[in-house]
C-alpha cells in the first residue's frame, strides 16, 4: 500500500496508552474515523482492523462492535494478520512489527532487523512461519513466530506493497511498476517478472497455480501457472484496485478507489459492481467464507456482507463529510457545519449526532448561535442561513453577495458581521432579515470577524491582513500586521483585550490592547492553525492540520501540544469550560475532551507561573539502540536567580513505573545532558518499547516519549 507519505515525516513512536482517560477521544464518526489500511478475521466472528496512527480494531460479534486496542504506537499500520484467535502481527512505518499473543489485549514490538523501511504487508502460513514485505524491495522473512526475524535477498529497490504464499516454500509479492515476484524454496530465491507498468498492490492465490494481482489503473492479472505467465483481466472500473481476495478458484472480489468493489464467480472471466454505499476508498477487503466478508477504507469505513456481497452494511455510524466549524451554547448542546451542507445536531453533548435538513448542497465555512434557539450558518455563495428553534428549521436570507462567506459573529440576537472572499463585510441590526455591506477598504478574502461590543471588532484574512472598527463598522482600519501569512483559523477574544488570530505555517498573534497592536507567539511547530479558542485569557487552545492541537495555559506564552489521535485536519474547536470542548475537521471527524485534552503525562499547572528558562528537548537518537541522548536546561530558583534547585531526570514504561532515575540532586543553572543506556536501576537491560523521561522540579515538569528499537 502507498499512500500519504509527506504526513508522518518526522513522526515518533508514542504511546497512545494513558494513566487516565485519554484526553481527546472520538464521537464522531463512530467507532472512530482514522483511515483503516487492512482487515483480517480468524472466523466468522473474530476479526481485527489496522490503519492510520496506530489505530488496531477488534471485534467478537463479525463487526457489529468494534473496539479499540492499545497498539503503543501513532505509527500509521499497514497490515495486519493472524495465525489464529490469538496470535497476530501488524506493521506499519517505519519497520514497525507489533506481535501479540492474546488476541490483541497486549501488543509487543518485535525487532525487524533495525529497518526503518516501510513495511507495507505480512503473511502468516502458521504461527511460527511468515514473511514481511516493504520499501526498497525489503523482505523479512522468521520460522520462530517473529522473535527472529531475517532479511532475504528480493534483487529489486522496487516497494513492495503485497505478499502470498500457499505453503512453507511457494510464495509471490508484488509492487511498484509492476514487479512481481516469485519463490519455490521459502524465499531463499526470488524470481522476478515485470507484466505491466502499473504499480500492483495486492496478490492473492487459491491455490499453487491459480493467482490474481490488483493495480492501479483498473489492473486485474490473473495466472494458471503459479505465476510464470500472468495475463489481464478486464473489469471495465476506471479506478485503482487496491485488494483482492478470492475464497476459491472461482469467487472472488477486488477493492479500491471511490468505494468500488468488484465480484466474480468464474474465476475473473467476468467482473460485475456490488454496491458498496460510499465514495471512500476501500484499501482492503477479507472474506471468512463464500457469503461473509468486510472491506475497510478511508474515514474509518467498516463495510460487511453475509451475502456474498450483494448487500454490503456499514459497520458503525456517523457522517463522514468534512466540517469546517463547530459551536455550543451549553455542555450539551452544539452544531457543526461543513461540505455540501451538511450539519449535525447534538443535544447529550456529542454521545450522539444527528443530521439535520439545511435545505443547501452548499458548503458551510462557519456556524455561529447566541442562545440554544438562535443562530446562523454561512458559506458558499453568499449563503447565509437562519434558525430560530436550534436548527430543526432553517430559513435562507439574502446577504448581498455572490462570494464565498467565511465567518459570522453575532454579539446578540439582532446584531451581527459576515465576512468573505474580496475584502465583503456585512453587518445587521435585525438578526439577518437585512443584511447591509459595509467598505472593509480592501479585496483582500476575510477569513474571521469577531467583536468584543456592539463598536468594537477584528476581521483578519489573507495575506495576514488585519482590520479593526470602534464604530460597529461604520469605519475599517487596517492594523499593521507581523505577518504576510494567511490568518486562515479566524480571530477570538477572551476579553476587550486579549485576543488572538492564527494562521499557515505556525502562525499565531497575540494583542493585549483590543486589536491595536499584535505580537506573534511561537507554537514550536510547523503546523497550519484553523481555528482558535480561549475560556480565559490564559486558557486555550488551537487547531489545524494533520491533527494538531495546542494548548497552552499561559495566554500564549508557551503552547504544548496534545495528542489528538488522529491525522485529520481539524478545522473548528470550541469549549464551554477549562475542561470541556470539542475539535472538528475533515471526514466528519468531531473528537471531544472532558479534562481540556491532558492525556496522563501532561500536568495542570494553572496555579503555579512556571520558569520559562526550563527546558527538556527530544532524545536522540529516537527510536535508539542501545543509548540515547537526552538534553535539558536548568534554571535557579525564580526568587534567587544562581540558586541551585532540585531537579529529577527519570524515566517511566507505559504502564507507569519507574525504569531509571537519571537525575536526582540539586543543579546550578545551565545546560545538561545525560545519556541512557537501557538498563534500569538495577543495571539490567530493559525490553524494546515505549518510555517515557521526565524532567521536574519544584516549579517544573515536562514530559517527553521516546523508544527502545532492539
Known sequence: MFKKIAIVLGLVLVSTTSFAQQGWFWQNPLPQGNTLNSVYFANANTGWAVGDIGTILHTTDGGDNWNAQSSGTLYDLYSVYFANADTGWATGISGIILHTTDGGNSWSLQDSLGTSDWLSSLYFINADTGWVVGRFGTILHTTDGGSNWIAQTSKTGYWLYSVYFTDANTGWAVGMYGITLRTTNGGNNWDSLTITSNNLHSVCFANADTGWAVGTNSTILYTTDGGNNWSPQPCGNPGHLYSVYFTDVDTGWAVGSGGTILHTIDGGSHWNTQGSGTVATLWSVYFADTHTGWAVGNYGITLHTTDEGSNWIRQGSGSTQGLTDIC?????????????????????????????????????????????????????????????????????????????????????????????????????????????????????????????????????????????????????????????NHLYGGVYFADANNGWTV??????????????????????????????????????????????????????????PQSSGTFNRLEGVYFTDAKTGWAAGYSGTILHTTNGGYTWVEEDNNSVELPKDFSLAQNYPNPFNPATTIHYTVRGSRFIVR??????????????????TLVDEPKAPGNYEVIWDGKDDKGKGVASGIYFYQLKTKDFTETKKMVLLK
Open 328 to 484: 455550543f451554547t451549553d455542555a450539551n448542546t452544539g452544531l457543526a457545519v461543513g461540505a455540501l451542507g451538511t450539519i449535525l445536531h447534538t443535544t447529550d453533548g456529542g454521545s450522539s449526532w444527528d443530521s439535520l435538513i439545511s435545505g443547501t448542497s452548499h458548503d458551510f465555512a462557519d456556524v455561529n448561535f447566541t442562545d440554544v434557539n438562535i443562530g446562523w450558518a454561512v458559506g458558499e455563495h453568499g449563503e447565509v442561513l437562519h434558525t430560530t428553534n436550534g436548527g430543526n428549521n432553517w430559513n435562507s436570507q439574502t446577504s448581498g453577495t455572490s462570494k464565498m462567506l467565511r465567518s459570522v459573529y453575532f454579539i446578540d440576537t439582532d446584531t451581527g458581521w459576515v465576512v468573505g472572499d474580496s475584502g465583503k463585510i456585512f453587518h445587521t441590526t435585525d438578526g439577518g432579515t437585512n443584511w447591509n455591506p459595509q467598505t472593509s477598504g480592501t479585496p483582500t478574502d476575510l477569513y474571521g470577524v469577531y467583536f468584543t461590543d456592539a463598536d468594537t471588532g477584528c476581521a483578519v484574512g489573507m495575506n495576514g491582513k488585519i482590520l479593526r472598527t470602534t464604530n460597529g463598522g461604520t469605519d475599517w482600519d487596517s492594523v499593521s500586521s507581523p505577518t504576510s
Open 503 to 560: 494562521g499557515w505555517f505556525s502562525t499565531i498573534l497575540h494583542t493585549t490592547d483590543g486589536g491595536v497592536t499584535w505580537n506573534p507567539q511561537t507554537p514550536g511547530t510547523g503546523y497550519y492553525f484553523f481555528s482558535v479558542f480561549f475560556t480565559d485569557p490564559d486558557t486555550g487552545w488551537v487547531v489545524g492540520h494533520f491533527g494538531a492541537i495546542l494548548h497552552t495555559t499561559d495566554g500564549g506564552s508557551t503552547w504544548n
Open 643 to 660: 540558586s541551585p534547585i532540585h531537579t529529577t531526570l527519570t524515566v517511566y514504561n507505559i504502564l507507569g513505573q519507574k525504569v531509571k
